[in-house]
């Protein structure tokens, strides 16, 4: 029987590839034009409508805890679907589709883990150039909702 593989849609960001299993992404769309959504979780951008849903936006650059992403013509929106939630991930540009044997994912290193990162869930070797890092999407929620502004408690 042949080894397993795991299939990630890759991006970039700030000249680094980063992934996310295929089996989470429901598309991905040219950056429409984003409206602002008020009082909303730091991370969050906005929202967009797609064909008729309203589906919030996550700039995964400053979820890195990076500079926001300049406007461009590559720049792309991955909808994906967590938790039985639907959201849009604004990236720096949709890359490939990489499929790779399992014997070639590995676990963060053990210092990130230990210092409490974790963006990343596992990291993919490829030969002769930089790793990519497979985001953890549960991590990514997590950020966006600590993101949120506190909420004032009102006496009255």
Not at 23 to 41: H, M
Not at 106 to 125: M, N
Request: glycine content about 6%; some cysteine; aromatic content about 2%.
């Amino acid at each position: 029987m042949g080894e397993s593989t795991l299939d990630l849609a890759c991006f970039e960001i700030g000249g680094q590839v980063y992934g996310i299993d295929v089996l989470q992404i429901r598309e991905i769309v040219r950056s429409p034009e984003i409206a602002p959504l008020p009082r909303a979780p730091r991370l969050i951008e906005g929202v967009i409508d797609l064909r008729g849903v309203v589906v919030p936006v996550v700039d995964l650059r400053r979820a890195l805890g990076q500079a926001p992403i300049a406007a461009g013509p590559a720049a792309r929106i991955a909808v994906l679907e967590v938790d039985d939630m639907v959201l849009g991930l604004r990236v720096e540009a949709a890359v490939d589709v990489l499929s790779v044997s399992a014997s070639r994912v590995e676990a963060p290193p053990a210092l990130a883990t230990h210092a409490g990162y974790d963006a990343i869930r596992a990291v993919v070797r490829r030969e002769e150039t930089t790793p990519v890092m497979v985001l953890s999407l549960d991590s990514l929620l997590e950020s966006v909702y600590r993101s949120a502004p506190s909420r004032e408690v009102r006496v009255a």
